[in-house]
């Protein structure tokens, strides 16, 4: 069996660091980069797609609402123009430092609230997958394969994966526990790491009520931004590599 490890890279901003990114990113198939709208700035999108490009580490764009305050983890209500707009112009910004180099772009995955709304929402969803498929139709859209960004993916022809998080909590409908309720986040590496096992060995996860879940499982994400966001990377590679998972990148 073979799965993507991903996580959420290029957070950093000015003089405010965070998560582990050089420590992480040689960890890791699939790095997500914001784009500066939720998280991130020129020097430090640089920085972080320099580093990939020496580990040998797979790049995204990482676009999300422009909400430098809140992260991009507060919802904004914005018109399908806007964000088809957004998209465009933060996975050009992302592709511009990959093409210096001949390098280029493995996928787009929406950060924060963009991607919770749009897992669920189908003019934000469309909105996103035009952007997307304007840009280069070639590039995989990450998505929850429960929700209407992947569905809508599908539809428009895109090429699309499914994205599980080892350290989220889950719904009944497949959708992620907001973060304002209590269990959203699963902060036990070894529980994470048996969830992980189960949702990609078995298919399934235990949603926070208790029942299980089917679930489609081609990409693990960490976020980069949890304190034990490194330790968690670790452990999960020798489980995945004691279980005979192979970690690769989505176009490998």
């Known amino acids: 069996m073979k799965v993507d490890l991903n996580a959420d890279v290029g957070e950093s901003y000015g003089r405010y660091t965070l998560g582990f990114d050089e420590e992480l990113i040689p960890l890791i198939s699939s790095a997500n980069i914001a784009c500066g709208f939720h998280a991130g700035d020129p020097v430090v999108l640089e920085n972080t797609v320099g580093i990939c490009e020496k580990s040998g580490t797979a790049i995204g764009a990482h676009p999300g ?21 957004m998209m465009l112009y933060q ?28 897992a669920k929402e189908e003019s934000l969803a469309k909105a996103i997958c035009e952007a997307v ?4 139709k070639s590039l995989i859209i990450l998505a929850q394969s429960s929700g209407t960004l992947y569905k809508e993916a599908v539809k428009l022809g895109l090429p699309v994966r499914a994205e599980v998080f080892m350290d989220r909590a889950y719904e009944e409908d497949g959708s992620l526990v907001a973060r304002s309720k209590e269990g959203a986040m699963i902060t036990d590496e070894n529980l994470a790491i048996d969830r992980v096992l189960s949702m990609i060995l078995k298919g399934k996860v235990k949603a926070i009520s208790g029942k299980e879940i089917p679930i489609q499982a081609d990409s ?8 034990k966001a490194l330790l968690f990377v670790k452990k999960l590679r020798a489980a995945l590599t004691e279980n005979g998972v192979e970690i690769r990148k989505l176009k490998g």
Not at 96 to 108: C, I, P, T
């Open 220 to 227: 693990v994400c960490v976020h980069g931004d949890g304190e």
């Open 65 to 85: 609402f422009p909400d430098l305050q809140g992260f991009g983890r507060r919802n904004m209500n914005l018109s399908p123009k806007e964000v088809k707009a």
């Open 133 to 136: 498929k304007e840009y280069d």
């Open 91 to 118: 996975i050009g910004a992302v592709d511009a430092f990959l093409h210096k180099n001949g390098g280029k772009l493995q996928h787009v995955k929406p950060h924060g609230a963009l991607y919770n709304m749009a």
